[in-house]
């Protein structure tokens, strides 16, 4: 009796012909803004945000006389971001948990690879914008803005503020962050508004240069997720956070 051969299926593309592990074109521009200290737009494939980094030579109240300096962020829709507008946050007199949830998180990346007592008593504000979203936002702004913290710290260092030779001496390592999920039973990297909107499963990977995670959002949006599918998730995450700091150091060049 004969049997057929099977071979194994190649992994099936995306709706829009990536691969599974394949993240969107990722494009840096630096320098963005002229009066920014720091500043860099991003994009993850149709997602824009625009980073830019702003100095103060203040600590909020609970770091005054610690010698510390201090690291924040602050994130923003534009109306027409999306497909629909949206009030403004302004206009409504208070943010949303989420806008909160993101800007804590953006800070709290950011904070992770900075050593505050070499900063001195002076914050630094990192402002992110989004101006189109397509899903991946929190995690553009996250990898945009370790770019524009590192050119506003190059500024201090350059201008003698700061008596550091380098700005490696403060911001000890990279930062960046992708999004993974399981869409259509599949875990997928870096997923656009089509794919996040169907997800069964969501993460947010947020990990440094040293291979060293910072953060991990994850929840089943549709069922539950095991051992094995969370595996292959923190894999996608690693890999794809491995090509985004490839491009952040490209983008750097010999700065």
Known sequence: MSTKSTKPKPPAKRHDGRQPEALRTVHLERGYLRHAAGSVLISFGDT???????????????????????????????????????????????????????????????????????????????????LQADGGTRTAAITGSWLAL?????????????????????????VAAVSVGIVDGRPVCDLNYEEDSKAGVDFNIVMTGAG??????????????????????????????????KAQRRTLGND
Not at 52 to 69: D, I, N
Not at 156 to 169: D, M, R
């Open 48 to 130: 824009r945000v625009l980073c830019a980094a702003s100095l103060e030579e203040r600590v909020p109240p609970f770091l005054r006389g610690s010698g510390k300096g201090w690291v924040t962020a602050e994130y923003g829709m534009l109306p027409a971001s999306t497909h629909t507008r949206s009030d403004r946050e302004a206009a409504r007199g208070k943010q949303s948990g989420r806008t909160l949830e993101i800007q804590r998180l953006i800070g709290r990346s950011l904070r992770a690879v900075v050593d505050m007592e070499k900063l001195g008593e002076r914050s630094i504000t990192i402002d992110c914008d989004v």
């Open 150 to 174: 590192v050119d506003a710290v190059r500024r201090l260092v350059a201008s003698g503020v700061l008596p550091q030779s380098s700005w490696k001496e403060i911001i000890v390592d990279q």
């Open 212 to 245: 060293k995670f910072v953060e991990i959002q994850g929840t089943a949006e549709h069922g539950t997720f095991d051992e094995k599918e969370l595996s292959s998730l923190l894999k996608l995450g690693q890999r794809g956070i491995g090509e985004l700091l």
